[in-house]
């Protein structure tokens, strides 16, 4: 089960859904595993970063969980561990924002991807941008650093009451993080419309297919230290990486 036509097939029939002749859309594959779109992109924002939901959005803390288990060269080990958890297929087919999708989400989407949009999406014919080979870095309560967490995490509820309470109990922690190999954008246009995209170029390799006044087609290759899009969240209570 590792071909796009299969895992997509497989999303369709749990969701219930007919896909004929097009990529899921980003909401589905959201809906079918479980995951939430990050509210800022950060080539530095790890598991277990500590959430915040209003409602309507997620906000980060700022604060990572291994900042209350954790001091001194113990943090520094366990921070370095989670910088340097493995990412491997998420076994989830390759998927698409559409234009609707992403006035929705606001320009926050495309600076997920290191994607500056210079004018108002609205104003394009056609806008969406394309996300491929999505791996998934996750923490486990039978690898490092999970059982070290996990450990610490237990002991920190009993003896840190107060502070869990506050922090951590009814906030949500970042147990998985998403990641793209490659994203394609693709806008279309009216002529003399005042709509284009640009990147940042560090880390990655750009493929530019089409980029006439009325077309852009480019293919985004991340490589280095990417920057997550998306995640899973657990409610603090109910942490325990399983």
């Not at 690898?143 to 996990?150: A, C, F, Q, V």
């Not at 750009?206 to 899973?232: C, G, M, R």
């Amino acid at each position: 089960m590792e071909n796009n036509q299969d895992l997509t097939d497989l999303l369709a029939l749990d969701l219930g859904i007919n896909i004929t002749n097009r990529r899921p859309y980003a909401k589905e594959v959201f809906k079918w595993q479980d995951m939430e779109l990050l509210p800022h992109s950060s080539a530095d924002t790890l598991l277990c970063e500590i959430f915040e939901w209003n409602g309507r959005n997620w906000r980060t803390t700022e604060n990572n969980l291994i900042g209350f288990l954790f001091s001194g060269e113990n943090l520094a080990i366990v921070k370095n561990q989670l910088i340097k958890t493995p990412k491997h297929q998420a076994l989830i087919p390759d998927f698409e924002f559409t234009k609707d999708s992403m006035i929705e989400y606001g320009l926050s989407l495309p600076s997920l991807f290191n994607i500056g949009v210079n004018g108002n999406i609205k104003s394009a014919k056609n806008f969406s941008v394309r996300v491929n080979g999505v791996t998934k870095a996750r923490i486990t309560n039978i690898d490092s650093p999970g059982i070290e967490i996990l450990k610490n995490y237990s002991a920190f509820t009993q003896n840190e009451s107060k502070s869990y309470r506050k922090n951590i109990k009814f906030n949500y922690l970042s147990t998985s993080l998403f990641y793209a190999e490659s994203v394609e954008i693709f806008l279309e246009k009216e002529s003399g419309v005042n709509l284009d995209v640009s990147f940042q170029t560090k880390d990655v390799e750009i493929d530019n297919k089409i980029d006439t006044d009325t077309t852009q087609h480019f293919v985004l290759k991340y490589s280095e230290n990417q920057a997550p899009f998306a995640a899973k969240f657990t409610k603090g209570k109910d942490f325990n990486i399983m």
